[in-house]
Nanobody, 119 residues
Framework: VQLQASGGGLVQPGGSLRLSCAASGNIFGINAMGWYRQAPGKQRELVAHITSGGSANYADSVKGRFTISLDNAKNTVYLQMRSLKPEDTAVYYC??????????????WGQGTLVTVSS
């Protein structure tokens, strides 16, 4: 199983970005996907999480600004980020809880994509 994240970049404060993360490989089903971020000198933190049924939750710091969505047909999770702030600067990682055809369930991570919010 592989997760390929994309969409990071440099954006000015107040701007928007959309991150994507596609899962591929030996997948029977995706139970949930999420986005985490790690800023320099800080621990990795949960940004947003969504189940295959569409139930989502967000970190307080991004509520009302970020929206997570999951396309089950494409095995792809998106993170629409609006009203970006300098404190959103971080490497963003996607994760997925995946069940394989042999019924093994595990959590997989993408490679990370850098988001820089700066004027």
């Amino acid at each position: 199983v592989q997760l390929q994240a994309s969409g990071g970049g440099l954006v000015q404060p107040g701007g928007s970005l959309r991150l994507s993360c596609a899962a591929s490989g030996n997948i029977f089903g995706i139970n949930a996907m999420g986005w985490y971020r790690q800023a320099p000198g800080k621990q990795r933190e949960l940004v947003a999480h969504i189940t295959s049924g569409g139930s989502a939750n967000y970190a307080d710091s991004v509520k009302g600004r970020f929206t997570i969505s999951l396309d089950n047909a494409k095995n792809t999770v998106y993170l629409q980020m609006r009203s970006l702030k300098p404190e959103d600067t971080a490497v963003y990682y996607c994760s997925a809880e995946i069940t394989e055809p042999n019924w093994n369930t595990d959590v997989y991570w993408g490679q990370g994509t850098l988001v820089t919010v700066s004027s």
